[in-house]
């Protein structure tokens, strides 16, 4: 019997492996900079397909990374509300799926995501709203809600999410978004904590039911005058 030498046996592991982080983790210049690309995933590419297929008529349509994601959306907002968020998205991750997530029902579209995007030691800001300016306009024509991106308990990465959101919010003049900051009621001390994360970064069910509560007083019909 033919046997290869150890060494040999050992670099072919050391390559496959090689290759499957180079997959996961593409650097692509698609989005404008070096931002992970989570069209790499194939969780990604499944969840976009299932958008596509969905027949439902949502009135409210979410749009984000996992802190979208993970949340009962309809539970917590009501019955024609659809979650359409994807764990580990980025700005041009949703700049690229926005037609298939967003159907011609909605009439509301509410966004938050970026913070994938800063993930990189070459995060460059400009390209996070230029990315987000590009799907504002993709959706002319809908009440379009821009929430802030939260905090984490991560001060060093929370002044860059401080530079984000400012820029966020210079997006949102009259008739293309309303902005809504979040961190003031989800993350009051101005970082996450443990009775709103577990791990720093994403939510427990009370800090979900706050921003919840945030949302229905911006969604609630205004009251006739």
């Known amino acids: 019997m033919n046997r290869r030498p150890l060494w040999v046996l050992l670099i072919a592991i050391?390559?496959?492996?090689?290759?499957?982080?180079?997959?996961?983790?593409?650097?692509?210049?698609?989005?404008?900079?070096?931002?992970?690309?989570?069209?790499?995933?194939?969780?990604?590419?499944?969840?976009?397909?299932?958008?596509?297929?969905?027949?439902?008529?949502?009135?409210?349509?979410?749009?984000?990374?996992?802190?979208?994601?993970?949340?009962?959306?309809?539970?917590?907002?009501?019955?024609?509300v659809a979650n359409r968020g994807i764990s580990g998205d980025t700005t041009g991750g949703l700049r690229q799926r926005l037609k298939a997530s967003v159907p011609a029902s909605a009439r509301t579209v509410v966004i938050m995501i970026g913070t994938n995007d800063l993930k990189p030691a070459n995060w460059r800001l400009e390209d996070s709203v230029a990315n987000v300016s590009a799907i504002l306009d993709g959706l002319k024509g809908r009440r379009v809600i821009l929430q802030s991106v939260l905090y984490t308990a991560d001060a060093k990465q929370n002044a860059r999410i401080d530079r984000l959101n400012q820029a966020y919010a210079r997006l949102c003049v009259p008739g293309r978004c309303e902005w809504l900051d979040l961190n003031p009621i989800v993350a009051p001390q101005g970082r996450l904590t443990s009775a709103d994360s577990l791990d720093g970064r994403h939510l427990t069910g009370l800090a979900y039911q706050r921003w919840a509560a945030a949302l229905r007083a911006r969604l609630m019909p205004s009251p006739p005058r």
């Open 14 to 80: 050391a390559c496959v492996a090689g290759g499957i982080a180079a997959d996961r983790l593409v650097v692509s210049s698609k989005w404008g900079s070096a931002q992970a690309d989570p069209t790499a995933y194939s969780s990604w590419r499944h969840r976009v397909r299932h958008f596509e297929t969905l027949t439902g008529a949502p009135e409210v349509v979410m749009l984000g990374d996992s802190l979208t994601d993970l949340a009962e959306w309809p539970e917590l907002l009501g019955p024609t």
